[in-house]
């Protein structure tokens, strides 16, 4: 188990004066909360920057830093947090299939956590970027589950469970994960592909993703999505780097790295992402 140097600000952050008692409704509060409060981003791997996972240096980035992360950070900052307010808890890896058929067996590249309150399985995931979940989902259960912003359910085959998402009609599959126990070394391997390999969808590219309540703010390099859960998204493609980098610092609420690279960075974004006409 990691300990968090700062969980008196991580916990401030989230709103929280004291210490809130691991139960099912704190489960749920908090991770309502991160969501709403850290954004999922992926500056770092846009500049080519590495991404170190060590707990420390996750929390100076997103605690002190003003920054936020993708799972390998978030999911591990949230962990330590859930551990040190008595929660029983450990991290847990998976498979993302989003965008492809939810069968596809892709890299061990996501990571999450398995909660368990008075004998029941839950998941919990603060770093899955636009369709993120907003609440702990109960494992065995295969029933769909009302998060504060859409459906979840879960369905279990041989020893793996799908993660599926409710978008208007249709049910999507978001990862495929197991209940092995991982290692350091396990996401230190999975953090590795996703910021350095020329295959990873997060490498020179730039995904931001932050919630509120009832809606998700979603950035895919220069795209930018408002999603409401109770009426149609509003999209538009960014024209200039101050336009993006604003809208990073004020709808995503990340305070910018001061790196050279950055607006170079975020030229390129601009250049390779025309408007559409």
Aim: negative net charge; hydrophobic residues 35%.
């Amino acid at each position: 188990m990691h300990t968090l140097a700062d969980s008196r600000l991580y916990l401030q952050r989230l709103g929280y004066a004291s210490p809130p008692p691991p139960t099912l409704q704190t489960l749920r509060d908090l991770q309502l909360r991160h969501v709403c409060t850290f954004a999922f981003e992926s500056l770092s791997t846009l500049m080519h920057a590495p991404v170190p996972i060590d707990l420390p240096s996750v929390e100076r980035k997103v605690l002190h830093e003003g920054r936020g992360g993708y799972c390998y950070e978030l999911n591990q900052l949230f962990l330590a947090l859930l551990q040190e307010l008595g929660f029983e808890a450990r991290g847990i890896t998976g498979r993302v299939v989003i965008g492809g058929p939810p069968d596809a067996h892709t890299g061990r590249t996501h990571r999450l956590s398995l909660v368990t309150l008075d004998g029941v399985r839950y998941i919990t995931d603060v770093g899955f970027g636009g369709m993120v979940p907003s609440s702990p989902l109960q494992l065995d259960s295969d029933a769909p589950q009302v998060t504060a912003h859409e459906c979840f359910r879960l369905t279990h085959n041989q020893g793996s469970y799908t993660l599926w998402g409710q978008v208007g009609e249709e049910w999507r599959g978001l990862y495929v994960f197991d209940l092995q126990t991982q290692a350091d070394i396990d996401y230190e391997i999975g953090n590795w592909y996703v910021s350095t390999h020329p295959g990873s969808p997060f490498v020179g590219q730039l995904k931001a993703a932050l919630l509120a309540p009832g809606k998700r703010h979603t950035l895919a390099n220069a795209r930018y999505a408002l999603h409401y859960l109770d009426r149609p998204s509003e999209k538009r493609t960014l024209k200039s780097a101050d336009e993006l980098l604003g809208l990073l610092r004020n709808t995503f609420g990340i305070q910018l790295p001061e790196h050279p690279q950055l607006r170079e960075a975020v030229e390129h974004l601009i250049r390779m992402n025309p408007e559409e006409s």
